[in-house]
Nanobody, 121 residues
Framework: QVQLKESGGALVQAGGSLRLSCTAS????????MGWFRQAREFVAGILWS???YYADSVKGRFTISRDNASDTVYLQMNSLKPEDTGVYYC???????????????????WGQGTQVTVSS
């Protein structure tokens, strides 16, 4: 059974930074693409098994996705935060290894419970 557990959400002032973490279990982590979304299934960032990354235009240059295969964890470093970045952030994974879900929510089959990020102005 695949489980994804996010952490790191908090209240932060505009211009500040946060790092979110998502630890996975029940899958061969280093063979899977991973993604970060925020509420209403808005794509934020994705990373492939090859470490190729891609981002939504709204976060390019401010957010960085990375992965640590040794600890089965994917990270989202968020800098220069804006009030419009507020929301519940979810990590997600597809059900197939070596499959690129292209940031399309319906291609991701496993979702975490989310972590709240609030950016105050």
């Amino acid at each position: 059974q695949v489980q994804l557990k996010e952490s790191g959400g908090a209240l932060v002032q505009a211009g500040g930074s946060l790092r979110l973490s998502c630890t996975a279990s029940g899958l061969t982590f280093n063979s899977y693409a991973m993604g970060w979304f925020r509420q209403a299934r808005e794509f934020v960032a994705g990373i492939l098994w090859s470490d190729l990354t891609y981002y939504a235009d709204s976060v390019k240059g401010r957010f960085t996705i990375s992965r640590d295969n040794a600890s089965d964890t994917v990270y989202l470093q968020m800098n220069s935060l804006k009030p419009e970045d507020t929301g519940v952030y979810y990590c997600a994974a597809p059900s197939k290894s070596h499959f690129n879900p292209l940031g399309v929510p319906r291609f991701y089959d496993h979702w975490g419970q989310g972590t709240q990020v609030t950016v105050s102005s």
